[in-house]
């Protein structure tokens, strides 16, 4: 598995075997109009911790971990 991002506030987790369409997408909720997400990271098994260009970091939890 892995996680991509991009400028629409949207993280997408993506499974190598069926590349056609994504796992989950989460969204990004910002303070702030500017939904960008730059940086992205997996925080043991069941958290994403997504950073943008509001400056914040968010947690997003895994549903059924």
Same mark, same amino acid.
């Given at each position: 598995m892995f996680l991509t991002s991009g400028y629409?506030?949207?993280v997408k987790m993506w499974d190598?075997? %069926?590349p056609s369409e994504p796992l989950s997408v989460l969204k990004r909720?910002?303070?702030t109009s500017d939904d960008k997400v730059f940086a992205l990271?997996? %925080?043991?098994?069941t958290q994403?911790?997504?950073g943008g260009a509001d400056s914040h970091v968010s947690v997003?939890?895994?549903?059924g971990h």
């Open positions: 629409d506030g949207k190598l075997r %069926n909720t910002t303070a990271a997996w %925080n043991g098994a994403i911790l997504s997003h939890e895994m549903a």
